[in-house]
């Protein structure tokens, strides 16, 4: 699986967008770009993923550059409780089962 | 309807000793892998059951080892535990390893070896 980076840390302001950036230059044609977020103590929870085209759902936007290079998790009105450690993972869809390879993530901190 | 549930959700174990823990998948999920969370090598993946059957498994030693039964839900183990296996354990599910869906992950079980 391409290998991801992402800045290890954000602030945002409560009601801004918060745009998490996060680079994956080696990812190849088959490679889907997902996003999961961790809240403290709990169990990572599933945001978004996409292939090539932008996508959105009712808890934020996935914008995938062109080039699939690179992509941003956009949260649209961010709240304190969007406060969480957020993974890009990019990962190849085969019968080869559903591990993901999770970097260091982004620690978003949204402020009053 | 109900996520993915883990028992128990703490539990103090001392060096030597061995631990089970367990998961129940979403209804309907068949796939159950397992992920080790520490502070210093943050998410890494243990194993994954599809059908009772292991298809994956990450870097770990033979002491950690799991199953899964006919009814999905799944267990693992680790005998002789050691001071590093500190660390939250987590389950996902998914309704098969095919597919670019997603995983649900439970709250984890955190265990401390002393």
């Known amino acids: 699986d391409a290998k991801t980076t992402q800045p290890p840390s954000m602030d945002c302001a409560e009601g801004r967008a918060a745009n998490l950036p996060c680079n994956h230059s080696?990812?190849?044609?088959?490679?889907?770009v997902y996003w999961y977020r961790q809240i403290h103590s709990q169990g990572p929870q599933y945001i978004i993923h996409?292939?090539?085209n932008n996508e959105t759902n009712e808890m934020a936007s996935l914008i995938i550059t062109e080039d699939r290079k690179s992509s941003t998790l956009i949260l649209p009105h961010a709240t304190l409780r969007d406060t969480a450690v957020y993974y890009c993972?990019?990962?190849?869809?085969?019968?080869?089962?559903?591990?993901?390879?999770f970097g260091g993530g982004t620690r978003l901190m949204v402020k009053p | 309807k109900a996520g993915v549930t883990q028992t128990p959700r703490y539990l103090i174990k001392t060096r030597g000793q061995q631990v089970t823990l367990s998961c129940s998948p979403i209804s309907g999920h068949r796939s159950v892998s397992w992920y080790q969370q520490t502070p210093g090598q943050g998410l890494q993946f243990l194993f994954e059951y599809f059908s009772e059957t292991q298809r994956n498994k990450g870097n770990f030693p033979g002491r950690f080892s799991g199953r899964q039964f006919s009814n999905s839900r799944s267990e693992m183990n680790v005998s002789t535990l050691e001071l590093g296996d500190s660390a939250l354990y987590l389950c996902a599910s998914s309704l098969s390893p095919q597919g670019p869906g997603e995983l649900f992950f439970g709250e984890g079980s955190r265990l401390t070896v002393l």
């Open positions: 993972i990019v990962r190849v869809w085969s019968n080869a089962g559903n591990m993901l390879t």
């Open positions: 080696t990812i190849s044609g088959n490679e889907y």
């Open positions: 996409g292939l090539k």
